[in-house]
């Protein structure tokens, strides 16, 4: 990788409100929803974006894949897509000079920077699970040779509630893999209009890439940086802990709270909070950096017992009375 100066690496910062401007060009709104997939790039990690049908899941992906100098694949998972239709086959070849055959691995999809897996809970499990290998490892093993994937590298997955006929849910190891789990509401009704407006006549705007796959590991590297205070290290170490009931001191975990979120889930709440820091403009990391990420880092790693099912209560629920409850470190007490 090419060596940077701090000021190099102070005016990519910069940039990065250039993202948010480019991507606002095509998608209106959801500006909460765009932060959080930006975030998942500067931590370097994978995203999983829930919503109901016709909420620009797809199209909010690929207009951001567009302002990236990035190779860009798209997957649509259907209930009949296998594994090797992800990851790549082996062919049977000839050589013209020798006449010898041979095997040639011919990859496939997944074998770019960034991978849109378009509603992964269409496609059975098995298919599901090769892509295991790829988020975790960056590598793919076919017929015992292991290739590398591209970097920077990113899966974006979508998935329609799982409420919805015809899915099958992502196993809690899959979820696990995803370091944020976005959540895709309705448009408010001023941006309903002018999403109405700006899609149903004939302009389109030409989209400006503002980061090459160097600048984004140089990113990523900054994020991984960036100072946290002990303080706050030992927050987030206490709030994954306050999840899991064996070792909780809330009684709403207790009661309501199967299983809580592993070591992992901590890891995601630094990276992902020092990525919300420097998305600010930030070269600290402050209690409302973890807030905002708690959610889409816990929502899919904590599990609710059937009791708070029944009663219809969701585990971002649980995250909130955690922030209750799990108070800020002192001197940090009024940044929150």
Excluded: C
């Amino acid at each position: 990788m090419t060596s940077y100066t701090e000021e190099q690496i102070e005016a990519l910062i910069t940039r990065l409100p250039a993202i948010r401007k480019e991507i606002g060009k095509v998608i209106v709104g959801q500006q909460e929803v765009i932060d959080q997939l930006l975030i998942s790039f500067l931590a370097g990690g994978h995203a999983l974006l829930e919503g109901v049908p016709g909420l620009a899941k797809t199209l909010m992906i690929r207009t951001l894949a567009e302002t990236l100098k990035l190779s860009f694949q798209r997957i649509q998972f259907t209930p009949d897509l296998m594994p090797s239709d992800i990851v790549g086959t082996e062919i049977l070849e000839e050589d013209r000079n020798t006449g010898k055959r041979f095997f040639q691995f011919n990859k496939g999809p997944v074998f770019a920077n960034i991978i849109l897996a378009d509603e992964i809970n269409r496609t059975p499990p098995k298919t599901q699970a090769a892509l295991l290998e790829a988020m975790q490892e960056q590598r793919v093993t076919f017929a015992g040779k292991t290739y590398e994937l591209p970097k920077p590298y990113f899966i974006l997955a979508t998935q329609n509630p799982l409420e919805q006929a015809g899915t099958f849910p992502l196993p809690e190891a899959q979820l696990d893999r995803f370091l944020l789990y976005i959540l895709l509401d309705y448009p408010a009704e001023n941006e309903e209009l002018q999403i109405l407006k700006s899609t149903t006549g004939n302009q389109r705007y030409p989209l400006q890439p503002i980061y090459s796959g160097e600048e984004i590991l140089l990113l990523q590297r900054t994020v991984r940086d960036l100072p946290m205070s002990e303080d706050l290290m030992m927050w987030v170490n206490k709030l994954v802990r306050a999840t899991r009931p064996a070792t909780t001191p809330s009684d709403y975990v207790k009661e309501w709270v199967r299983w809580g979120a592993g070591p992992r889930a901590g890891q995601a709440l630094v990276l992902t909070a020092r990525a919300r820091a420097l998305l600010k403009g930030r070269l600290s990391v402050l209690p409302e950096d973890i807030e905002a990420v708690a959610k889409p880092v816990l929502r899919h790693r904590i599990l609710m017992n059937f009791k708070a099912e029944a009663e219809g209560i969701r585990s971002e629920e649980a995250v909130e009375q955690l922030l209750k409850e799990i108070s800020v470190p002192k001197h940090h007490s009024h940044f929150a």
